[in-house]
């Protein structure tokens, strides 16, 4: 999920690591888009090798830190125990480069979406080049942070720059879609997420995505059929199951799905919630949604505006959800339907 990429444009003088440090740093670049547990592994290890072969580089303790926010959304660690890794690996990073843009993108998107401190995270972002660092699958992470306050234009623009500097990166399209489903422009969601698979054909969350998109747009057997291969691509990956499982019983297959239903039980509560609300159970799903924004479960935070989730944020349900993630009144009340 990790995209090591140096921001452009840097204004302050940066680090020059030595070579074997630097190579074993880009090492995660064929990385960045595959989020498998064998890969956040990967990554994890080149990122450590090439702060020990360079420990005056501050870039790998960047990697390191959003490595634990992939393994948190992807591989199921819990939050409380990811996200103090991914602020102390981020504040080693400082200690190396107090103005390292990098940095502070990382601790503002940890303030907005972990402590749901907006006011914090605005000032981490305005560090001079943070709105502008490009280093992750959240890039540009400013975006998200714009996107979840309800400034969704700001971010849909933010998502395209990020295209235009690199078209061969899967995440900026992936966010871009994201962005794209909440104000409704499902076609052009789903044209993002074609690319997506054109680059990347067993691009699990793509896949995922799109089977819950266009059975949303009423094509409930081409959802099935997506949702399938997506958890034969991955059926280690919970998102799979829940979409899988929900969209087989939308269907009617009630056995298949229940057999799946049972592998979730240990799942965390964004999970939870994904299977509910496929299955039209809002308020069941809204139960989940708000155990998960107790959790601070940062995956929860993306995928509230989700078409999946369309019923709850239009249900009686959604203002106390908008007011327990501590959103600015506008994101509270701007809900596409």
């Known amino acids: 999920m990790i995209r090591g990429k140096l921001a452009v444009g840097i204004a302050h003088s940066r680090y020059q690591p030595n070579l074997a440090a630097y190579e074993a740093y880009l090492k995660t670049c064929h990385l960045a888009a595959k989020v498998t547990p064998e890969s956040l592994k990967l990554a994890q290890r080149c990122y450590e090798q090439a702060s020990e072969l360079d420990p005056a580089f501050p870039l790998p303790h960047i990697?390191?830190?959003?490595?634990?926010?992939?393994?948190?959304?992807?591989?199921?660690?819990?939050?409380?125990?990811?996200?103090?890794?991914?602020?102390?690996?981020?504040?080693?990073?400082?200690?190396?480069?107090?103005?390292?843009?990098?940095?502070?993108?990382?601790?503002?998107?940890?303030?907005?979406?972990?402590?749901?401190?907006?006011?914090?995270?605005?000032?981490?972002?305005?560090?001079?080049?943070?709105?502008?660092?490009s280093f992750t699958t959240f890039r540009p992470i400013y975006g998200w942070m714009q996107f979840q306050r309800g400034n969704t234009e700001s971010a849909i623009?933010?998502?395209?720059?990020?295209?235009?500097?690199?078209?061969?990166?899967?995440?900026?399209?992936?966010?871009?879609?994201?962005?794209?489903?909440?104000?409704?422009?499902?076609?052009?969601?789903?044209?993002?997420?074609?690319?997506?698979?054109?680059?990347?054909?067993?691009?699990?969350?793509?896949?995922?995505?799109?089977?819950?998109?266009?059975?949303?747009?009423?094509?409930?057997?081409?959802?099935?059929?997506?949702?399938?291969?997506?958890?034969?691509?991955?059926?280690?990956?919970?998102?799979?199951?829940?979409?899988?499982?929900?969209?087989?019983?939308?269907?009617?297959?009630?056995?298949?799905s229940q057999t799946l239903a049972k592998t979730l039980e240990a799942s965390d509560a964004p999970v939870q919630a994904l299977f509910h609300l496929l299955r039209g159970e809002v308020d069941v799903g809204a139960d989940w949604v708000e155990k998960a924004i107790e959790q601070r479960d940062l995956s929860m935070m993306i995928y509230l505006r989700f078409v999946a989730w369309r019923e709850l944020r239009a249900s009686n349900r959604w203002p106390n959800i908008a007011k327990m993630l501590n959103l600015p009144e506008t994101a509270r009340t701007s809900v596409a339907l």
């Open 63 to 133: 990697g390191i830190g959003l490595n634990w926010v992939s393994v948190m959304i992807f591989g199921g660690r819990p939050t409380h125990e990811a996200v103090p890794a991914a602020r102390a690996a981020a504040l080693k990073a400082l200690l190396l480069d107090p103005a390292l843009p990098e940095a502070h993108a990382l601790l503002g998107l940890l303030a907005a979406l972990y402590e749901l401190d907006w006011a914090a995270a605005e000032r981490h972002f305005d560090h001079p080049m943070a709105k502008q660092a």
């Open 157 to 256: 623009d933010l998502a395209r720059r990020a295209i235009e500097e690199d078209s061969l990166d899967v995440w900026p399209r992936m966010n871009l879609q994201a962005y794209l489903q909440y104000v409704g422009r499902e076609a052009d969601a789903l044209d993002q997420l074609q690319k997506v698979l054109e680059l990347d054909p067993n691009q699990v969350v793509a896949l995922v995505a799109m089977s819950m998109l266009v059975t949303y747009r009423g094509d409930l057997a081409q959802g099935v059929s997506l949702a399938r291969r997506a958890h034969t691509i991955a059926p280690w990956y919970p998102d799979a199951v829940a979409a899988l499982a929900g969209l087989l019983h939308l269907q009617g297959e009630a056995a298949e």
